[in-house]
């Protein structure tokens, strides 16, 4: 009777719960766990588990020493995120989470390994199944995010979950080259990788601005071409450990022929040209280039590669090959002469000659070669895979030939995109649509591409997280996974969950945000920091073309994300306000908002002149006030019924608004112009 | 000409930018350099030492490795702080640092060792003179505390400085036995010691809730003891490398013969009762203590002193010795038989008795002894150095006795008080002022207490910063250095810095916010925790007597700070309308500040509910809203100059509103309370 009684008691106030944390979901069913990605299957069950009182993680059957190094993180993780200490051992009185684990998974990761796993949670306990400790590590993670706050305390739902990735190759870039990424920030991206169940982590290790990886082969690479920032092999080892640890491949890139002037300092022999080289202290693509005729250039790459094919135990090896401009190679007589005696005829085919050429240098030391677009030739041999920057159609061209590939494009993360526009691309819509079900197995997943130009180790989290979240579920979860507003409020816990384990972007903003004037930043700071946008796609490199590699990224467009959530919520409430879909409070909010907007540049422009750093941000911030003072007329002639008159001299006005102001956009502007759109005459 | 023009433009600017940075400066005489602990001498330049092109730090005359990485950690601060990113190798484009050491250091630092040095800036360059690295390490702290932001960039303004610290001891007690502090704690902590040049790391290692350190000769301290949590003998080596770094010496306490169950459990025949015994997990005083009467007892300590003396180099060694209740000898017939047989008339007497023993073993391993008061008998040693957690008097008492002391009553920052009542405490006041100057020589300086039983690893550094920073003021400052205003305004700057150079407090205080609510905090409950503290003195623990040593610390108590900046700026700004000495501006600010709290309860109580966490705040805001209600009454009868007829009923509510609520104090009350004294009839 009285066990009745509580189940019942339980019931009511898990409901009750449910509608308090779900205000907005019409039903139990529909509700999307609040997990990124989201699981290719899964089954809500009934009543929480409770975890006030701790949780002990057992390990059944194979075990092996990173497994308990995956429970003992887990722990920290689970502590971090509830704040409940580990309990001194005590037997019974917790709930058990038990890890089942098949076997071992391979000794060096392989693409297309087995990653599923068996997910099980009900009110007493928690088991998880995985064929391999690969699995086990993403079931883990999976768990991690499932706790959430309940009026009982800290919990993770009954759920059933039955869980693989669509794509067997999820990527993230980093671009050490640029801008050198120290060894604590590699670990950090790498955690962040492993919540969101990325399982390759490619590594551009050089660049025109620097070889980053030691060679005790060609030392003069790290001694003259990295300015001193560079990774030890050691150091190298100790992060292909902490990888495989968090189940991720290391896929080193080495790019060649162009992106190499770095090489050429310490070895200006490889080059086209005459040298002597320095280290590039610009941005761009520049006219250095290896030498494709001598003979040389070949047996360097060979004992080059015997070397860092040795260091880097991953199969797949990554040479670059893109944006090879050819001029040094036109301006040398002697490799025009080579040309014409081998009967090469332009730029693309002595590209092709010489990837062919390291492409079997790669193949001899027992590893498969990847490279971008441009590699791509004809005779291209089929177990080279393609990545692609260029697009769909490329991939497919690639596929249809025979070639693997993997997509980047639509994942360029440097170039301050919304989440919504990466999580709109699919690797299997657009030209590979089309493709058979054979050459769509040939695409192989894609790659964000965190390229560094515009990053330093103190911003890079934040371009990368939480923004990189949405491309992993795009990469993981089942193709219909589609919902944009699920995707944004799911997006919003897993970046809290990413700084309980260990993120520190937003952190970092507010420690940049306070350095611009020097003091904790103000109010009326924060309010012009929380709309503003770095420009999108090149802009933001077409206003810095006087930025050294060295430039201080020390300014409000370094510190803001790259996506402002205030300005997309205020979209939102505009576009429902324009469509006749708004509430009330929607109208009250934006009236909130627009005066708040329009009010703080008074409040702002005495502060600004203090610093040098914010001293740029006056007309910015002039420009919001402008952009809201027409926002707020619009919105009294929506509410009233009362057209305009001069609402098309304030659309123009509105264009103007929309030029960058200190390289920042005043991203409200969208949002005010829908709403000037309906209160036309 | 031009020169002269450029030159006269310049201060020009300067003065502007001066009176921006500091408008509420009457001259510039007057000003107070913006940092912590203040030098003894400053003598203000005229011009500013540009730092957007960067600097370079060179090392002139005799240098050694803990300079030369000094150095390297200057420039990753002094990056952090500018955001400027350190420019290739180009001689002669940027200013430079000369450091000029005259001689090394003590290979093992002393007590007394000459700390001192000379910082000069000038608008080309800077010089920092010292007669050793000691000095350097802390003139580079000093240069890094003064950079600052200016409308020309980052800069530091000309300044020469003598400086030299009042008194040598200037501790930090960190309890890694109550609560286990992981390595990165200690070394975030050690960061945080040299910013503001104290010096000594006093290692609190034992508990009844914890053995923390690695014991070859006797495995079980650690094994039985420490529930796994435990330095190693490599790890301890390499925290007092670390410090050693920063210029702090590590003296370890090993607490005895109270405080001391942990090592009970693996040694149970050390102790005076019967056993067995386990590792207390409750807060308090516990009986269990060392047997003072069997010889075996002193072999222990005799083999266990000479491992533990050879690991930690520093010439001082705590053997603890506070708050031994007897209850455990007085309830064993053999020791009382004992104490009869040998004249020991009672505890104290037996405590004495056994200090002195544990004192010869000390002296006999070439280490000075240091203790908690109560090992100050009259027969104690003259090398025995007292540390006073009771006062002033017993300090006095000591150095009339001819035996050194230390202060550490005032300092107790676990209790939560407000940096201005450490800030007034001085070792040279009170009891200890009437001493002869021989005597007072005998006082070394002070320390704060970091005890643990509320903290953790992730809430400490909120509770030991800023507040010791005004305390390591106290410590190396002149004596009449005591203004709070100056203090508080550059506690605010100071705690920025502390957050450039790797402190991590703040965003911990946001994570730990975050997660009461299982997602970003709201603006209702941000201000509410804007403006409570928990309680003060040792009110915390009495309202948490069923705590565990492993209750979670994840409340709102946990996480906000000790001290309410806002709640203490409410308070000066209603001492100032109370007064009669508030402007215009200062009424409005307080009725905003009202308004907000008094209607802050109604947007956060529909919300409180969702999460246990927060489900216990709903009295505190209740409590802010009446508080704030009583306030605006009281701020509205002033402005009127209408007596307010209840005012003496609303005293007497905000008496009751000063109970705790949820742990927790509102600390408007005090402000609310001025405003309705003057506001009565």
Same mark, same amino acid.
């Given at each position: ?6 189940? *019942?008691? *339980?019931? #009511?106030?898990? +409901? ?39 949780? @002990? ?10 497994? $308990? ?32 684990? &098949? ?11 087995? $990653? ?9 306990? &928690?088991? =998880?199944?995985?064929?391999?400790p690969l699995g086990a590590l993403h079931g883990l993670q999976t768990f991690l995010q499932l706790v959430h706050t309940t009026p009982q305390g800290f919990a993770v ?20 080259? *640029? ?6 920030? /590699? ?8 919540? /969101?169940?990325?399982? /390759? ?10 070889f980053r990886v030691e060679s005790k082969t060609y030392p003069l690479l790290q001694e003259k071409g990295s300015d001193g920032l560079y990774y030890t092999q050691e $150091? ?17 890139? %080495? ?119 441009? #590699?791509? @030739? ?16 490329? =991939? ?34 657009? &030209? ?21 130009? %515009? ?101 409000? /467009? ?49 502060? =600004? ?22 926002? +707020? ?14 609402? @098309? $001299?304030?659309?123009?006005? =509105?264009k103007q608004l929309k030029t960058p102001q200190a390289t920042l956009l005043n991203m409200i502007v969208p949002g005010v112009e829908e709403l000037v759109a309906v209160?036309?005459?």
């Amino acid at each position: 009777m009285l066990f009745s009684k509580l189940l *019942r008691r *339980r019931s #009511v106030i898990l +409901l009750s719960a449910y509608f308090l944390l779900h205000p907005q979901t019409p039903s139990l069913a529909q509700r999307p766990l609040p997990i990124m990605p989201l699981p290719a299957h899964a089954v809500q069950g009934t009543g929480i588990l409770p975890l006030n009182s701790g949780l @002990q993680v057992r390990i059944d059957g194979y075990t092996e020493p990173r497994l $308990e190094r995956a429970r003992d993180r887990f722990l920290v993780h689970l502590a971090a995120e509830t704040g409940i200490l580990p309990v001194p051992a005590q037997p019974g009185d917790r709930p058990t989470l038990v890890v089942k684990t &098949a076997g071992p998974s391979a000794p060096v990761q392989q693409l297309g390994e087995d $990653e599923s796993y068996h997910l099980e949670v009900t009110p007493t306990g &928690a088991t =998880l199944t995985a064929p391999n400790p690969l699995g086990a590590l993403h079931g883990l993670q999976t768990f991690l995010q499932l706790v959430h706050t309940t009026p009982q305390g800290f919990a993770v739902d009954a759920v059933t979950i039955d869980d693989q990735p669509r794509f067997p190759w999820r990527g993230l870039l980093l671009d050490a080259g *640029r801008h050198f990424m120290p060894l604590g920030t /590699v670990r950090q991206t790498l955690d962040g990788m492993e919540a /969101v169940k990325l399982n /390759v982590f490619h590594w551009h290790l050089s660049e025109n601005q620097g070889f980053r990886v030691e060679s005790k082969t060609y030392p003069l690479l790290q001694e003259k071409g990295s300015d001193g920032l560079y990774y030890t092999q050691e $150091e190298i080892r100790g992060i292909i450990a902490y990888a495989r640890d968090r189940g991720i491949r290391v896929v080193p890139e %080495f790019d060649m022929p162009g992106h190499a002037t770095s090489w050429f300092v310490g070895y200006p022999e490889l080059a086209s040209g005459k040298g002597p080289y320095q280290i590039e202290r610009k941005w761009g693509v520049f006219d250095p280039a290896m030498d494709p005729t001598r003979e040389s250039t070949y047996q360097f790459l060979d004992r080059f590669f015997a070397e860092m094919t040795a260091l880097f135990p991953d199969a797949y090896f990554h040479i670059g090959g893109d944006e090879c401009n050819g001029q040094e190679r036109d301006a040398n007589p002697r490799i025009q002469q080579y040309m014409r005696q081998h009967n090469i005829k332009d730029n693309a085919a002595l590209q092709a000659y010489f990837t062919a050429r390291v492409q079997k240098l790669v193949t001899k030391r027992g590893k498969v070669t990847i490279g971008w677009d441009e #590699v791509l @030739q004809p005779d291209t041999p089929k177990d080279v895979v393609i990545q692609s920057w260029r697009g769909q159609k490329s =991939l497919a061209q690639a596929a249809i030939g025979g070639n693997r590939g993997i997509l980047s494009t639509g994942y360029y993360i440097d170039l301050s995109e919304p989440a919504s526009r990466h999580y709109a691309v699919d690797p299997l819509e657009g &030209a590979t649509a089309s493709l058979t079900s054979e050459q769509q197995k040939l695409i192989l997943g894609g790659e964000a591409t965190m390229w560094s130009e %515009f990053v330093t180790p103190e911003n890079v989290g934040g371009r990368i997280w939480p923004r990189t979240a949405a491309i992993a579920e795009r990469l993981w979860s089942p193709q219909d996974v589609k919902n944009v507003d699920s995707m944004y409020a799911r997006l919003a816990i897993v970046s809290e969950k990413l700084n309980d384990f260990g993120q520190t972007y937003k952190a970092e903003y507010e420690q940049m945000l306070n350095r611009l004037s020097g003091r904790q930043a103000s109010p009326a700071l924060k309010a012009l920091a929380s709309v503003v946008e770095p420009p999108k796609e090149y802009d933001r490199a077409d206003l810095s073309r006087n930025h050294y590699s060295y430039t201080p990224l020390n300014r409000l /467009v370094d510190a803001v994300p790259p996506e402002s959530d205030r300005a997309r919520e205020f979209r939102d409430l505009a576009h429902r306000i324009a469509s006749g879909g708004a509430s009330p409070a929607d109208f009250q909010q934006a009236r909130e908002w627009l005066t708040l907007w329009r009010d703080n540049d008074a409040a702002l422009q005495p502060q =600004l002149p203090k610093s040098e750093l914010t001293a740029e941000l006056a007309p910015l911030s002039r420009n919001l006030s402008q952009a809201a003072t027409i926002g +707020l007329a619009a919105l009294d002639s929506i509410e009233k019924h009362q057209p305009v008159e001069s609402a @098309q $001299e304030q659309a123009a006005a =509105l264009k103007q608004l929309k030029t960058p102001q200190a390289t920042l956009l005043n991203m409200i502007v969208p949002g005010v112009e829908e709403l000037v759109a309906v209160s036309r005459p």
